[in-house]
């Protein structure tokens, strides 16, 4: 990302710290929010990377704050005391990752739960699109489609392979979110049953 051309500045920090680099870099100069978004890390870490985005006009530059976070017990400050323009982001982050943002608006923003279920947290890696699994994928071309390519039948992005879910063995226990997500990852050809 870039304000003007200029690379952003990209800095690590710990959460215990996240609110006051947040109240820093404001300070610094980099008045404007742009965005605030997650990052599922499972397959590399048990973390998700939550970013927020903030912008100094005066010289043409991007400041990002990275923090990381446990998976098991997602929860972050809310910055929407600094930003108030955080809190939107805040609410969607946490419909579709599950991370709680202590001190923000509780209030779903895009999923509303029905009698004290949780909220679809489709972003996350270990989330199943089960209508991709039930139905036909709708896509134009697979790939090797064309002029005397063998076609091939390929499974699309988000349908794990059927034996971590789905049909998976009753006998065995229930799949690991990174088990999960590395069998999601799409382009596989499909198995013949």
Not at 50 to 78: A, K, S
Not at 123 to 138: F, I, S, Y
Not at 148 to 166: L, Q, S
Request: charged residues 25%; hydrophobic residues 40%; negative net charge.
């Amino acid at each position: 990302m870039s304000a003007h051309g200029a690379a952003d500045e990209i800095l690590t920090v710990n959460p215990d710290g996240w609110v006051t680099s947040v109240e820093a870099a404001r300070a610094d100069g980099f008045t404007t929010f742009d965005f605030l978004d997650a990052v599922d890390e499972v397959g590399r870490t048990e973390e998700f990377r939550v970013v927020v985005r903030l912008v100094d006009w005066t010289i043409g530059r991007g400041r990002q704050l990275h923090v990381r976070i446990p998976r098991d017990e997602p929860r972050l400050d809310t910055i929407s005391g600094v930003f108030a323009g955080a809190s939107w982001h805040e609410r969607e982050v946490h419909d579709f990752f599950g991370i709680e943002f202590t001190g923000g608006d509780p209030a779903p923003l895009l999923n509303h739960p029905v009698s004290g279920q949780p909220a679809v947290r489709w972003l996350r890696k270990d989330h199943v699109l089960a209508a991709r699994a039930a139905q036909p994928w709708p896509g134009g071309k697979e790939p090797g489609e064309g002029p005397g390519a063998a076609r091939r039948r390929m499974a699309p992005p988000g349908v794990p392979d059927p034996a971590t879910w789905g049909n998976r063995d009753p006998a065995l226990p229930p799949a690991a979110a990174d088990e999960i997500a590395a069998s999601v990852a799409g382009g596989r050809v499909r198995r013949r049953r």
